[in-house]
């Protein structure tokens, strides 16, 4: 069907509701059989993993760092009694224990206590990468690879539902963090092992899983894709947007720093946009001879000339939708 009614590239957010089982990749791979050329995400998902997949197209590939960096949500459940070479209940097992001695209150406070947590391991098997290399692939190999630490922060975690060996839990995370690693050092602490059994990602700020839309429906009907893409002036929810006048925008796109209207503070991030709604940069508020002005952070729908210092000022009309 994708290739019977091609669809012209895309420019926008497709927040993807991941199915359990296939890769991310194999996820994107079926989007971008509907002529979408230009596409990547803003975190990966374990095939275990379900939810909150945040797919960007066209231009959108450009906002992927400012993406990428919010917080997370997740659901997830987890057994005690194993260890697995990959963390979850889809590795090989390695090692088996009792969890008779875990109380409910026990493995309640242990989940808890991942508030605490301020590093992390990275899993073994990850696409992290050392050399070049993943480290997925090393491990299938047998070839070693140096531990790697990662800092983390773990705003919340709470148990959802406790009857041992058994457990569900909801966590709020810094971007990044390997759900499975905190599991695999829980099932450390309490000397008998523990897996992730599934896990459902609710939410990838500023996105969420209301927000998502179901692969199978997507392919099913590729006509109905354009529809379910969040344009890119209203990608960055949490950042102002600021409407430029024809003029002002016209020295943007020849990367010319125009001046910052009043209420934004220095080092302000904001989305730049023509009258019309057209995406114009990602920019900065920086002082400049003692006066405020956008430095254009990253053009879009083409990138502008090199930011100089000394344009011309242009008014710029200013608002948040």
């Not at 069907?1 to 079926?30: F, I, N």
Request: aromatic share 6%.
């Amino acid at each position: 069907m994708a290739e019977k009614y091609p669809l012209p590239q895309l420019h926008g957010v497709l927040v993807l509701d991941k199915p359990t089982g296939p890769t991310s990749t194999r996820c994107l791979t079926a989007i971008k059989r509907l002529g979408q050329k230009k596409i990547g995400h803003a975190g990966t998902l374990d095939p275990l993993a379900c939810g909150v997949l945040v797919v960007l197209l066209g231009e959108a590939t450009k906002i992927a760092p400012y993406i990428m960096e919010g917080e997370k949500t997740y659901f997830g459940a987890l057994t005690l009694g194993q260890t697995t070479d990959t963390y979850d209940s889809q590795g090989a097992v390695t090692a088996e224990a009792s969890a008779a001695h875990v109380t409910p209150e026990a493995l309640t406070a242990a989940i808890e206590s991942w508030r605490e947590l301020t590093s992390q391991e990275v899993p073994p098997y990850s696409a992290a990468k050392h050399q070049g290399r993943p480290l997925y692939e090393l491990a299938r190999k047998g070839l070693a690879a140096p531990v790697k630490v990662k800092d983390i922060s773990v705003f919340d975690a709470r148990a959802v539902s406790v009857d041992p060996p058994s457990a569900t839990f909801r966590v709020r995370v810094s971007a990044g963090v390997y759900i499975r690693s905190l599991v695999h050092s829980l099932g450390m602490r309490m000397e008998c092992g523990a897996i992730m059994t599934a896990l459902t990602r609710e939410a990838s700020r500023p996105f969420e899983l209301a927000q998502a839309h179901n692969l199978d429906d997507i392919l099913a009907d590729p006509q109905s894709l354009p529809g379910r893409i969040i344009p890119l002036d209203a990608a960055l929810p949490h950042w102002p947007t600021v409407v430029l006048d024809d003029p002002a925008a016209e020295q943007v796109r020849r990367g010319i720093r125009i001046p910052v209207g009043d209420g934004f503070p220095d080092q302000t991030y904001a989305l730049l946009v023509s009258e019309a709604r057209l995406p114009l940069a990602l920019a900065r508020a920086e002082a400049t001879d003692g006066r405020l002005r956008w430095a254009i952070v990253r053009g879009l729908f083409g990138d502008p000339q090199p930011a100089r210092r000394d344009g011309t000022d242009a008014p710029a009309r200013q608002s948040t939708p």
